[in-house]
C-alpha cells in the first residue's frame, strides 16, 4: 500500500507543482488569501454587469437557456434578449448556479478561478495524451492557466476565460486525422470538444467548426475518405450543440420577430481588432520595463489607436519558442522535400484566416462580422505552440528544478502586474454606493414595484454615458431580488420604443407619465447628464434619496389608481449605407433599392402610420415609389431642393408581426433625401 502511494505522489508531484504555483500567482494577482476577499469585487466594470446579467436571470430561471422574457428588466413587459445570441450555455448555467447559493461578485470571481483551474487541468491531460512526458506537460500546463490572454480577459471577459477545452481542440483534431479506430474514452473525449466548442464562445465555436473543417480538407484532399467522414461527423455534432444554445433566439424570433440593431458590427472593427504578428512577442505592459519600453516606443505608439484589445495577444517567452522551434523545423522539412507537421499546417491556416485584412475580413464582405476579434485567434495559436514544445521537451532532457524554475519565469513573464490597491477599493465604494440605492428602494417600495431609470441607456452595446458606465444600470438588478427595472430590454424592440419618446427636458412631466405607467420610482443618473444640461439640477423638487457619492438620485412616485401599460411602439432603423452626413439621409437610388433599406420590426401593436418627408437632388423634380416588402405602398413626385418635401404616410395596420423592408426608388438615378422620419398612433383607426 505504501509504495503505491509514494508512486502516485512521485507521479503527481509535475502537477500538484504546477498546482501550486498556478495558485499561489492567483491569489497574489487578485489578493485573495483570506475567505472575505472574495465577496470583494475584483471587478465591476467594463462588460461584467452584463455577464452578470446572464447569471443572475439563469439563476431566476430565465433567459438565456430558457426560451423567455427577463422579467424584472424592461419593466413593465420584462426584457427580450434572444435579439442577442449567445452561446455560452455551460458560462451561464454553471454562474447562475453560483449565483443561486452566493451573490453575484462571489460568484463572478468563483468563475474566475474556476477558469484557471479548468485550463490547467486540461491542457496537461491534452499534452499527456499527446505522448507528452509529465514535466514538459505540466511547465506547459501552467504556461496555459498563466497566460497574459488569460489574466486580461478573465475579469472583464469571463466567457472567454473558459478556454480550456482549446487544446483538447487541438488533440481531437490531431486524433480525427489518424486511421486507427478512436477508443470508447476517445470519442467521450471528442464528444466533449464538440459540446464545450458549441456551447461556449461563439469564437471558440468558430475555431471548433475551422479547424474540423481543414481536417476535412486535407483528408479529402489526401483522398483518405475514413478521416473525411469523421470530420463530418464532428462538424455535425458541434452544429447541434450550436443549434440547441439557439433554442432560445430562434424561438423568440419566430414569435416575436427579429431586430436587426441589437446585434451590429461594422466591417471595420475586423481590421481595427485583426491579428498582429507583431503582439504576440510586444507586450504593451511587462515587469521588464526595458522589454516593455522597446515594445511600446517601437510598436504601439505607431498604431496611432487603429488597434484594438491589443493586451491578450503576448505568448510569453514560452509559447514564442514553441512557436519559433515549430516553425524552424518544419521549414528544414521543407527544404528537405518532408511534409510540415500537423501544427504547422493547423497554424498557418487558422492564421491566414485571422490576420487583418484575411478570410476573415472576406467573410466580412458576406456579411459575416460576427467573428470582429480575430486578435483572439492567439489563445489558439498559443495552446497549438505549446503544445508542440511539449512534445518537443519530452524527447529531450528536463530535470525537475529546470522545469520549476522555467514555470516560475514563465508567470513571471506572462502574468502582467496586478491591479492596484486603490483600484480594488474603488470597486469596492463602487457597489456600495448601489447598495445604498437599492437598500433605500427596497425599503420604501413594495415587492414587485416597478422602478424607472433615467436617462433611458439602450442595451446591449452602446458604451458609456458621460461618467456613466456602460452596463451601470444593471447594477441595481443585480443587487435587490424583489423590485423590476426599466432598464435592459435588446434595443430596437417595440417593448421599450415607448421609452425612446419620453420627454427629456421636463421632470415633471416624466414623473407624471411614469405614474400613469404603474412606476413607483424615478432614479436620475446625475453622472450620466450632460454638464450644460441644467434642466434636472434647476428643478424644485427635492430627491427623497442621494447615493453617497452624489451621482445617482431616487425620487418616490405614486403610481396611478387606473394603470396604463406603456405603448408598443413599432421601431425602425436605417441601414448603414442610408447614412450620408447628419441631419439629412441621402442615398444614391440605385443603392437604395439593393442595399439602403429602412428596417421594420412590428408586434402585436394597434394602428400605426410610419410618416416621413421625401426630396431629390438634381435641378427637378421626378417620380418617387416607397417599396414596402418590394410591393409599392407610395407613388408620388419628390420636389427638388433643400426646403421642398413630399409629405409620406404609410399605413402600417394591416402588417403582421415580424420584420420587414421599406425602400425608396427613383424613376431616374438622381439622390433622394429623406427626413423627419417617424411613427404615428392612429387615434381614429381607418
Not at 504593451?284 to 505608439?301: C, E, K, T
Request: aromatic share 14%; with cysteine.
Amino acid at each position: 500500500m505504501f509504495p503505491r502511494v509514494v508512486g502516485l505522489l512521485k507521479r503527481s508531484t509535475p502537477l500538484l507543482s504546477a498546482m501550486a504555483l498556478s495558485a499561489l500567482v492567483f491569489c497574489n494577482y487578485f489578493a485573495c488569501w483570506k475567505l472575505t476577499d472574495w465577496s470583494r469585487p475584483w471587478c465591476i466594470d467594463a462588460d461584467v454587469p452584463l455577464f452578470c446579467g446572464y447569471f443572475q436571470a439563469v439563476s431566476e430561471g430565465q433567459a438565456p437557456i430558457f426560451p423567455g422574457s427577463v422579467k424584472r428588466l424592461n419593466a413593465p413587459f420584462g426584457a427580450e434578449w434572444f435579439d442577442f445570441p449567445t452561446t455560452e450555455v455551460l458560462v451561464y448555467a454553471y454562474g447562475g448556479l453560483l449565483t443561486k447559493v452566493f451573490d453575484f461578485v462571489v460568484a463572478y470571481n468563483l468563475c474566475v478561478a474556476t477558469a484557471h483551474l479548468l485550463a490547467l487541468f486540461a491542457f496537461y491531460w491534452s499534452a499527456r495524451a499527446f505522448a507528452s512526458s509529465r514535466w514538459p506537460a505540466a511547465l506547459t500546463a501552467c504556461a496555459w492557466a498563466n497566460s497574459r490572454f488569460l489574466y486580461v480577459r478573465d475579469t472583464i471577459h469571463i466567457n472567454l476565460s473558459f478556454q480550456w477545452h482549446l487544446p483538447l481542440l487541438w488533440w481531437s483534431c490531431w486524433r480525427l486525422k489518424e486511421s486507427r479506430p478512436l477508443s470508447d474514452r476517445e470519442k467521450f473525449f471528442v464528444g466533449l470538444t464538440c459540446m464545450a466548442s458549441g456551447w461556449q464562445h461563439p469564437y471558440y465555436c468558430f475555431f471548433a467548426l475551422l479547424m474540423f473543417s481543414f481536417t476535412l480538407l486535407s483528408s479529402s484532399l489526401a483522398k483518405n475518405w475514413l478521416v473525411s467522414v469523421r470530420s463530418l461527423k464532428v462538424l455535425f455534432l458541434t452544429g447541434c450543440f450550436l443549434s440547441l444554445a439557439q433554442v432560445d433566439t430562434l424561438t423568440g424570433w419566430w414569435q416575436k420577430g427579429r431586430s436587426a440593431v441589437a446585434f451590429e458590427r461594422p466591417l471595420s472593427q475586423l481590421i481595427y481588432y485583426g491579428l498582429r504578428v507583431p503582439e504576440l512577442f510586444l507586450p504593451p505592459v511587462h515587469r521588464v520595463g526595458n522589454l516593455a519600453q522597446y515594445a511600446q516606443s517601437h510598436y504601439y505608439s505607431g498604431l496611432g489607436g487603429i488597434a484594438g484589445e491589443t493586451d491578450s495577444s503576448y505568448f510569453g517567452f514560452l509559447g514564442v519558442a514553441g512557436l519559433l522551434i515549430l516553425l524552424c523545423g518544419d521549414l528544414l522539412r521543407l527544404s528537405r522535400g518532408q511534409p510540415v507537421s500537423y501544427f504547422s499546417a493547423m497554424i498557418v491556416a487558422l492564421y491566414a484566416v485571422a490576420v487583418a485584412g484575411g478570410f476573415n475580413l472576406m467573410l466580412g464582405t458576406l456579411g459575416v462580422t460576427l467573428f470582429r476579434c480575430g486578435s483572439r485567434f492567439s489563445v489558439l495559436l498559443l495552446a497549438g505552440s505549446l503544445l508542440y514544445l511539449s512534445r518537443w521537451l519530452s524527447q529531450r532532457l528536463l530535470s525537475p528544478p529546470l522545469a520549476v524554475t522555467l514555470m516560475i519565469l514563465s508567470c513571471l513573464d506572462s502574468v502582467p502586474p496586478p491591479p492596484s490597491g486603490e483600484r480594488s477599493r474603488e470597486y469596492v465604494l463602487y457597489l456600495k454606493n448601489q447598495q445604498a440605492v437599492v437598500a433605500f428602494l427596497e425599503q420604501n417600495l413594495a415587492s414587485g414595484s416597478n422602478v424607472f431609470q433615467y436617462p433611458v441607456q439602450q442595451y446591449p452595446e452602446v458604451g458609456a454615458s458621460n461618467a456613466m458606465q456602460t452596463y451601470e444600470q444593471m447594477l441595481l438588478y443585480l443587487l435587490s431580488r424583489k423590485l423590476n427595472f426599466s432598464y435592459g430590454n435588446c434595443r430596437g424592440r417595440p417593448e421599450s420604443q415607448w421609452q425612446m419618446q419620453l420627454p427629456q427636458n421636463d421632470p415633471r412631466e416624466l414623473c407624471q407619465i411614469t405614474e400613469n405607467y404603474g412606476f413607483s420610482a424615478l432614479v436620475v443618473y446625475t453622472n450620466a447628464l450632460n454638464s450644460a444640461d441644467q434642466t434636472w439640477r434647476r428643478w424644485e423638487r427635492k430627491p427623497d434619496f442621494t447615493s453617497p457619492r452624489g451621482d445617482i438620485q431616487v425620487f418616490l412616485l405614486k403610481p396611478s389608481a387606473t394603470v396604463q401599460p406603456p405603448p408598443k411602439v413599432p421601431c425602425f432603423y436605417f441601414g448603414s449605407l442610408f447614412y450620408e452626413g447628419i441631419g439629412v439621409l441621402n442615398l444614391p437610388s440605385r443603392i437604395c433599392q439593393g442595399y439602403g433599406k429602412i428596417h421594420l420590426l412590428f408586434g402585436n401593436i394597434g394602428a400605426y402610420d410610419f410618416v416621413f418627408r421625401l426630396s431629390v437632388g438634381g435641378g427637378s423634380a421626378c417620380r418617387v415609389a416607397v417599396l414596402l416588402d418590394n410591393e409599392p405602398v407610395w407613388m408620388g413626385e419628390a420636389p427638388s431642393g433643400n426646403h421642398s418635401f413630399a409629405d409620406v404616410s404609410i399605413d402600417l395596420s394591416n402588417v403582421k408581426a415580424g420584420n420587414h423592408d421599406l425602400a425608396i426608388v427613383s424613376e431616374v438615378p438622381t439622390e433622394i433625401r429623406m427626413t423627419a422620419s417617424r411613427m404615428r398612433q392612429r387615434s381614429v383607426p381607418r
